[in-house]
């Protein structure tokens, strides 16, 4: 049985905010792309639609940028106070146990090399 006792912060918070900023981005690349489907079908603009379709894609990937910044900061921010509260109660109450089993690969090497070793010993 292992036992998760303490969490790094600044560790968690990188991951989450990497997390955070690419999930954002996506989520603002998504919004942009079906804003401009959306005015380009209604048709409430005016002028050529390809100027339309580019403005809004580059619009769109501007404020996706800016939208991943804000939501890695966000991330970074939640997953440092996570692990700040992770490891408070770890203290307490003992941190997250679990169990850890050996892959198939490795019990295979593992038994391939109790085999050759065997072969080895009795051969001397």
Known sequence: MKEIKRIKN???AK???AIYGLVGFYIAIAVAILTMTNI???GDFSGSVLL???FNLGVGILIGLAIAVATAVVGWVIGFLTAAFYN??????GGIKFDLI???EKNAESEGLAESSEI?????
């Open 52 to 54: 339309i379709t580019l």
């Open 15 to 17: 991951i989450t905010a």
């Open 10 to 12: 600044l560790s968690l």
């Open 40 to 42: 380009v079908i209604r």
């Open 88 to 93: 408070m109660f770890a203290r307490r109450l």
């Open 102 to 104: 050996e892959s198939e």
């Open 120 to 124: 080895n010993r009795t051969s001397f």
